[in-house]
T-cell receptor
C-alpha cells in the first residue's frame, strides 16, 4: 500500500482559470477528506466523503469549489474561476470510519494563483 | 464547537534536552486527540493519538503525549530531543459524535539546536 496520493503536486494557474486536483486514498479506507492549508496556519477542514456520499461541507467551501467521489474510490476537488486567495496547499486524507481511526494525509497539492 | 489551542508559535530546545509542545482543546463529548508532524513542503505525518484508556500515549520516533481531562490538555513530549525533530507540530481533536471533522491547531514550530 502506497498511502494517499495526490496529483498534481504543484499547479500554477492564472486568475479566473479552473483547476482540478485528484486524490487516491488508501485502498481500504471508506472516508476521504479535503483540507486546505495556508502558510502559518493549520489545516482547515473543507469536506469529507463516506464512500461516494459527501457528508459534510465547511462554510469555507464556497460555490466555486466542488468535490466528487463518484465510485467511492478516488476523489476530485475542482476550483472554478480561481482567485489569488485560493493559493494554498490542498491536502487530501483518508481513514476508516469511526472517530478514533487515524486519518492519513497525502503530500498535498500546492496551488499558486497568479 | 470544537477548537484547539497551541499557545506557543515556536519552541526552542537544545539537543539532548527534554521537549514539550503544549496543546489544549475544547470539544463536546469525549475527545479523540491526535498529534501530527509536518516537514517543509510535505504533508502531515501521524505521530500518536489518544482514544481512551491510559493517559500516557506513546507514539512514533520516541514521542509521547499525556492526556489530562481536567485541564483539557494533550501535551506532546520527548525525553531527549534530536536535531532531526525540528519541524512543525500540529495538535488535532475531534468529538465522538458522528460526522465531526478533525480540527487542527495553528501549529508549533520546534527548533532543536545542536
Amino acid at each position: 500500500d502506497t498511502g494517499v496520493s495526490q496529483d498534481p503536486r504543484h499547479k500554477i494557474t492564472k486568475r479566473g482559470q479552473n483547476v482540478t486536483f485528484r486524490c487516491d486514498p488508501i485502498s481500504e479506507h471508506n472516508r476521504l477528506y479535503w483540507y486546505r492549508q495556508t502558510l502559518g496556519q493549520g489545516p482547515e477542514f473543507l469536506t469529507y466523503f463516506q464512500n461516494e456520499a459527501q457528508l459534510e461541507k465547511s462554510r469555507l467551501l464556497s460555490d466555486r469549489f466542488s468535490a466528487e467521489r463518484p465510485k467511492g474510490s478516488f476523489s476530485t476537488l475542482e476550483i472554478q474561476r480561481t482567485e489569488q486567495g485560493d493559493s494554498a496547499m490542498y491536502l487530501c486524507a483518508s481513514s476508516l470510519s469511526g472517530p478514533g481511526n487515524t486519518i492519513y494525509f497525502g503530500e498535498g497539492s500546492w496551488l499558486t494563483v497568479v | 464547537a470544537q477548537s484547539v489551542a497551541q499557545p506557543e508559535d515556536q519552541v526552542n530546545v537544545a539537543e539532548g534536552n527534554p521537549l514539550t509542545v503544549k496543546c489544549t482543546y475544547s470539544v463536546s463529548g469525549n475527545p479523540y486527540l491526535f498529534w501530527y508532524v509536518q516537514y517543509p513542503n510535505r504533508g502531515l505525518q501521524f505521530l500518536l493519538k489518544y482514544i481512551t484508556g491510559d493517559n500516557l500515549v506513546k507514539g512514533s520516533y520516541g514521542f509521547e503525549a499525556e492526556f489530562n481531562k481536567s485541564q483539557t490538555s494533550f501535551h506532546l513530549k520527548k525525553p531527549s530531543a534530536l536535531v532531526s525533530d525540528s519541524a512543525l507540530y500540529f495538535c488535532a481533536v475531534r468529538g465522538d459524535q458522528a460526522g465531526t471533522a478533525l480540527i487542527f491547531g495553528k501549529g508549533t514550530t520546534l527548533s532543536v539546536s545542536s
